[in-house]
T-cell receptor, first 116, second 109 residues
Framework: DGGITQSPKYLFRKEGQNVTLSCEQNLNHDAMYWYRQDPGQGLRLIYYSQIVNDFQKGDIAEGYSVSREKKESFPLTVTSAQKNPTAFYLC???????????????FGPGTRLTVL | AQRVTQPEKLLSVFKGAPVELKCNYSYSGSPELFWYVQYSRQRLQLLLRHISRESIKGFTADLNKGETSFHLKKPFAQEEDSAMYYCALTKAAGNKLTFGGGTRVLVKP
């Protein structure tokens, strides 16, 4: 097991505070993704990055921010503007260059964020 | 916009019985469809994809473009199949996945 690590496993935050979730991968994958998992709603894409120093908004980007300064790292910041941040957050990565077609996404173990 | 619907939130079957998880999608182009699975205390992982036309752990899924469906089937469920299953879609040659809401499968002894 390994490849993609997320930390911390559990995170508690007070209302009004920003918090940053870590995602690191050693798979040399080009693309990285952040999803939010809520019961009954599946996974929803927050942000994604296809290459270093570039990222795009997903379906529910409001209240979140990301950076991609290094290929192996894609941290997610949950800002105080996010109205309902309590959720399970999953990071994923996939290889894109040098391949054809759609490749499998590999997922991290997740971070459970609770806003108190 | 692309959308994936899994109408069943929970499927409960007995060991040895057939199980079918429904997945319907809406997409105007040529999609690629996947099933991902999350076993208890494990990471979400790929189960199978329609382009491979393979059977994984006894599961198969057929893409029906006419009915826009990609149902997952297994003729004889096992207890170790108990998990959360997600159907996902992406456009051909794309990498952004759209997931369905998920179906929890419980296989009883």
């Amino acid at each position: 097991d390994g490849g993609i690590t997320q930390s911390p496993k559990y995170l508690f935050r007070k209302e009004g505070q920003n918090v940053t979730l870590s995602c690191e991968q050693n798979l040399n994958h080009d693309a990285m993704y952040w999803y939010r998992q809520d019961p009954g709603q599946g996974l929803r894409l927050i942000y994604y990055s296809q290459i270093v120093n570039d990222f795009q908004k997903g379906d529910i980007a409001e209240g979140y921010s990301v950076s991609r300064e290094k290929k192996e790292s894609f941290p997610l910041t949950v800002t105080s503007a996010q109205k309902n941040p309590t959720a399970f957050y999953l990071c994923a990565s996939t290889q894109t260059t040098g391949t054809s077609g759609v490749n499998e996404q590999f997922f991290g173990p997740g971070t459970r964020l609770t806003v108190l | 916009a692309q959308r994936v619907t899994q109408p069943e939130k929970l499927l409960s079957v007995f060991k040895g019985a057939p199980v079918e998880l429904k997945c319907n999608y809406s997409y105007s182009g040529s999609p690629e469809l996947f099933w991902y699975v999350q076993y208890s205390r494990q990471r979400l992982q790929l189960l199978l994809r329609h382009i491979s036309r393979e059977s994984i752990k006894g599961f198969t899924a057929d893409l029906n473009k006419g009915e826009t469906s990609f149902h997952l089937k297994k003729p004889f469920a096992q207890e170790e199949d108990s998990a959360m299953y997600y159907c996902a879609l992406t456009k051909a040659a794309g990498n952004k996945l759209t997931f369905g809401g998920g179906t929890r499968v419980l296989v009883k002894p």
